[in-house]
Every structure is written in C-alpha cells, then in structure tokens.
C-alpha cells in the first residue's frame, strides 16, 4: 500500500477536482461528470478522461441507485436504457473517429451548452415511450462519446411534474446502467481502460470525502450561492478548453 499512498500526492490536484466536483453534486444535485470532466482534462488526456469520468459515476451512482431502487420510476427507465443500447454503437463509433482534440473540444462545448440550456431555458417535454426511447439514443450517444449521458436525459426529465424523491432516484438507477453500459462497451470496443482504472483508484478518495462532506455541510451551505459558483467554474474551465484546442 505504500506505493499507493505516495502516488496520492502526486495526484493531489486531480484529487482535489474530484472532491470538488462530488461535494458540489452532494449539495446541490448537478452531475458529477458534468462538473468532472472539463476539470479533469487539465491534467489527462481527453480519451482517457472519458473512461475515468465513466468509472468514477459508476462507483458514485451504484450505491445510491441500489438504495433507492424502489422509488425510481422503473418503467421508464426500461426505456430510457432501451435507447441507450441503441445509441451506443453511434458514439462508439463517434469515439473511434474523433480526435483527443475533437473529442476535448466537444466536451467542453457540451458542457457549456448543458450550462446554458438547463439555466436559461424550461422546456417541459412530453414523458411518453417514444420520447424516453429518444432521450436514451442521445444520452447513449453522449454517454460512450464524453462520459456525459446526464445533458439529454436532464433536458428530458428535469421540467415534469414527477415527485423529487421519485425523481432523484430514477436519475441514480438510469446513470448507473447508461454508465456501465458505456464502460463495458469501451472494453468490447477494444480500449484498453487499465490505466483509467488505477487513475481511478488514485481518485476515489476524492469521491467519497466529497459525497460524505456534503452530507455534513448541507444544511448549513446556502445553495443558490453554491449554484452560482459551479456555473462560473465550469464556464470558466470549458472556456478555457476550447481556447486550448482553438488556439494550441
């Protein structure tokens, strides 16, 4: 375990976004891979981002979608997670094709137009096969692409006059299965995530000091303050992405 815990300082930046980004989601609900990715991709690559996000959300979302399995609106994640598989083999073969650049570049400008969409515009869609179906096929797409499946399906979910705590708890069981879909399709794809996988390990504990701090800290941090600050942050890093892709 020595190795271990000397390779935790040399990630102590990295760490350090994870903590964040899992204490930001724990107070206020906004998605951890949202809040992980652009932050992430200071220090890695952009393909092997993608499969350190995905890993991360799996472990973030498998406990609490386990616990919270009786509350969450099962049938329409069956078809949610139905277009999921039919999205995937598109952004796998969008993943194959595209550039760590282009792949960069892209998650940056998903993560600002998700900011900008879900902050500025209600857009309240009809909940219905067909469209949970839609909604899957983009968030699958997504998912397997940039390790954000969460954009298409919040648009989709986030406006209805479903119970938060029914909700909430779907959001845990539909990430789990999207993430883990998009992961095990990353190792049949061929892409070798055994280095995500120990960059992973060396993150965990950012993870879980975030989830159980946020637990500690919410009843007395004021949200929209803590809102306000995640919206500038990740502006703010995304900029500062696509600036690095346009102009490098």
Known sequence: MEWYFSGLAGHALPLLCVLLASLLQSLTGFGLAIATAPLLMFFYDAKEVVSIVLLLCVCGNFVQGLMQLRRAHLSLVAFLYLGVLLGQPVGLLLYHAASSDMLKLAI???????????????????????????????????SVTTGMGGPPFLLYIAHTKMAPEVLRATCFVFFFLCNITSLSAHALGGYAIGTAFREFLYLLPGLVLGVLLGNLLYDHVPKTWIRQAIFVLLVTASLIGCADVLLG
């Open 108 to 142: 940056n400008l998903m993560v600002l137009f998700s900011l900008i969409v879900m902050r500025m515009l209600h857009v309240r869609l009809r909940i219905s096969r067909g469209n949970s179906v839609k909604a899957g096929v983009l968030a699958g797409i997504t």
